[in-house]
């Protein structure tokens, strides 16, 4: 039987490489792997892009935080975004954004609303401050409303068609 004996040079570099494979800063610690991909082009202002699946999921991980998301908005009271359109087609209130405030609201819902749009519900790329929804129903009725039944809201700073 022949017996193999690690290198220093490999056992050093494998040391390195393990040593370098720590968190990158405080705001990551809390996002997994596949949790956030940090985008933007400015150095103020970098977006954690994710999926709704993740969203739905882990709410908690991105409350307070930039994040980028592509869902299906939909202009009504408030301007509406859903993860999908089967979502949208099957009024899943609770798996919906509201897009009430930011830079980007007045011109997403010009085009939403916009007679030359053909589909229910146009796909969008947002990116904005994600706020879960914290509030809780006291009642089958009583202080049940379709904002305390919503995820959450999302801060508008901009969007992509």
Same mark, same amino acid.
């Given at each position: 039987?022949?017996?193999?004996?690690?290198?220093?040079?490999?056992?050093? +570099? =494998? @040391?390195?490489?393990?040593?370098?494979?720590? &968190?990158?800063?405080?705001? $990551? +610690? =809390? @996002?997994?792997?596949?949790?956030?991909?940090? &985008?933007?082009?400015?150095? $103020?202002?970098?977006?954690?892009?994710?999926?709704?699946?993740?969203?739905?999921?882990?709410?908690?991980?991105?409350?307070?935080?930039?994040?980028?998301?592509?869902?299906?908005?939909?202009?009504?009271?408030v301007i509406e975004l859903y993860p999908s359109l089967d979502s949208f087609e099957g009024n899943e209130i609770q798996a919906s954004l509201s897009l009430r405030s930011g830079n980007g609201v007045p011109e997403l819902r010009a085009y939403l609303l916009s007679p030359t749009r053909v589909d229910s519900a146009s796909r969008v790329v947002v990116m904005g401050v994600f706020h879960l929804n914290r509030t809780v129903p006291v009642g089958k009725k009583q202080g049940v409303t379709v904002e305390t039944i919503r995820l959450g809201s999302l801060e508008l700073d901009g969007f992509k068609l």
């Open positions: 039987m022949k017996r193999y004996r690690a290198s220093p040079l490999l056992l050093t +570099a =494998a @040391l390195v490489l393990v040593a370098g494979c720590g &968190v990158a800063d405080h705001d $990551d +610690a =809390a @996002l997994r792997d596949g949790d956030c991909w940090h &985008v933007g082009n400015r150095a $103020d202002c970098i977006y954690c892009a994710t999926t709704y699946t993740q969203l739905l999921a882990h709410p908690e991980r991105y409350d307070g935080r930039r994040i980028q998301i592509q869902g299906r908005a939909v202009a009504k009271d």
